[in-house]
């Protein structure tokens, strides 16, 4: 059984800098969701797709934060001119759902990317 | 906002005992309550979840209890082992698929 993976599990970078994360669905599932979970906290929504749309963005989602999801398959998430606060734990979870309707399955989460600013 | 308030912060049980975290919700919206598990280092995994027309759900040692009209729900873990040492995070869910998580619950079971 293929759960949802995520790439690189731990990055540090220098502030400033760009990153970019990974994340590969569960392989049926067409609803796709990032999440940020910092130290002591529960995870908090930042976007989400249905296929290859973006449907929803938090306005925890800076400029500096683009999300994509190319054919509706993996997803990448780019931080660019990394800051001190940008550090935490990135999660992606995915889910199947009826397009255009709020049914849904239950989202299942990857391992996440840590992510460390020097 | 806080939009699901969850407690106790942390809480440590004998191997057997019964821990309770409950959770409260403000937004009646909310369409699935969900509870996760989540060990140092891993991502949170779907232990188990509960739709608002249903009072209660058990699945093997974790119990759900839901009260609509208060607006709450908590979990009890039965007959519980060091093995379920872990952080549990309620959860409400938007009809359109996000997750609002409580702050999650820091439980140890010592031997």
């Known amino acids: 059984d293929t759960g949802v993976s995520q790439n690189p599990r731990h990055k540090i970078t220098k502030r400033g800098q760009n990153v970019t994360f990974r994340c590969d669905p569960i392989s049926e599932h067409n609803r796709l969701y990032w999440y940020r979970q910092t130290l002591g906290q529960g995870p908090e929504f930042l976007t989400y797709?249905?296929?290859?749309?973006?449907?929803?963005k938090s306005r925890l989602l800076s400029d500096r934060f683009s999300a994509e999801r190319p054919k509706g398959s993996f997803s990448t998430l780019e931080i660019q001119r990394t800051e001190q606060g940008d550090s935490a734990m990135y999660l992606c979870?995915?889910?199947?759902?009826?397009?255009?309707?709020?049914?849904?399955?239950?989202?299942?989460f990857g391992d996440g990317t840590r992510l460390s600013i020097l | 906002q806080q939009q699901v308030k969850q407690s106790p912060q942390s809480l440590i049980v004998q191997k057997g005992g019964i821990p309770i975290i409950n959770c409260a919700y403000e937004n009646t919206a909310f369409d699935y309550f969900p509870w996760y598990q989540q060990f140092p280092g891993k991502g949170p995994a779907l232990l188990i979840a509960?739709?608002?027309?249903?009072s209660e759900k058990k699945e093997g040692r974790f119990t759900i209890s839901f009260n609509k009209s208060a607006k709450q729900f908590s979990l009890h873990i039965m007959d519980s082992q060091p093995g379920d040492s872990a952080t549990y995070f309620c959860a409400a869910r938007h009809s359109w698929g996000k997750l609002q998580f409580g702050a999650g619950t820091q439980v140890v079971v010592t031997p």
């Open positions: 797709f249905q296929n290859e749309a973006q449907l929803e």
């Open positions: 509960i739709r608002p027309d249903v």
């Open positions: 979870a995915s889910s199947s759902g009826l397009p255009g309707t709020g049914s849904n399955q239950p989202q299942h």
